[in-house]
């Protein structure tokens, strides 16, 4: 009698887990795309100025709020999942020359240059000096994709590949890139002032070529000769902040801390 009463309780306690499982399932959802986060324009630090005035007036896109694709827009770990293992449905492949430089401690450091495809705006000769992030080069689907963009707005490129990063080029000395080593960048950028004596230099540099480039715009007042501007994107202030956040579990930080460690692992190793 007592098993016939509790055989009608059976389906509505695994209604109650499935129900359970769901809203778990919907949680890590959320949680992974970050869907609750807020849309907003992007906060600004700057020095009021004449050139501060420009910039804001020629990019209205810097005051605008930032609206990102649905559903897996807001997360940053899709967006990077995607584009750094998948790239564009038609990812460009612009072509360039590339160059050897014999560094004085005997390493060859590698780079490759692009020609313009299209006059530029104002008919003047600019090159754009590129330094890619950690163990990146020329040939990665981002700096294709903005050497191409480039290229079609008239300017010339010329793209470092990291001492190393390349997996077809040999070290010549026993040594390979650092975080802070501008040796290789600057031996590009006096190439590139002497071969094209009338251009004018925009330095740009991603995540960890942001260090680089500012290192070396610092290092001397005769770097900053003929350069119009510095653009750091993603720069990496602290390294040793950043050291403390990579040890983090939140956000999968961790987990991004164990894929850096191992990409250069894997390019120590090829050198060995």
């Not at 609206?67 to 770990?77: A, C, D």
Request: aromatic share 12%; charged share 20%; net charge positive.
């Amino acid at each position: 009698m007592s098993a016939m009463l509790e055989t009608p309780e059976l389906p509505a306690v695994f209604d109650g887990v499935k129900l359970a499982a769901v809203a778990a399932v919907l949680y890590v959802i959320v949680r992974c795309l970050n869907l609750k986060s807020p849309t907003a324009p992007p906060e600004l630090f700057y020095q009021d100025s004449a050139l501060s005035r420009f910039l804001l007036k020629s990019c209205p896109l810097l005051t605008k709020e930032y609206i990102p694709p649905l559903i897996w827009g807001k997360s940053g770990h899709i967006q990077t999942a995607l584009y750094g293992k998948m790239g564009r449905v038609r990812s460009p492949h612009p072509y360039g020359l590339r160059k050897y430089l014999t560094m004085p401690d005997g390493a060859t450091a590698t780079f490759d240059l692009f020609e313009p495809q299209s006059e530029h705006c104002i008919g003047e000769d600019v090159t754009m000096v590129i330094c890619p992030g950690i163990a990146n080069h020329s040939e990665k689907q981002y700096i294709r994709t903005f050497v191409d963009y480039a290229q079609k707005n008239g300017y010339r490129c010329a793209v470092l590949n990291h001492l190393g990063a390349l997996p077809n080029i040999e070290l010549t000395s026993p040594r390979m890139f650092t975080y802070g080593c501008t040796w290789e960048f600057g031996a590009m950028v006096n190439y590139i002032k002497k071969t094209y004596p009338q251009t004018q230099l925009v330095v740009v540099g991603f995540s960890l070529g942001g260090n680089i480039v500012c290192k070396y715009l610092g290092e001397s007042q005769a770097n900053q000769e003929r350069v119009l501007c510095c653009v750091s994107v993603c720069q990496g202030y602290s390294a040793l902040r950043a050291q403390e956040t990579f040890m983090q579990w939140d956000q999968c930080r961790r987990f991004y801390n164990f894929l850096m460690a191992d990409n250069m692992k894997k390019i120590i190793l090829s050198h060995r």
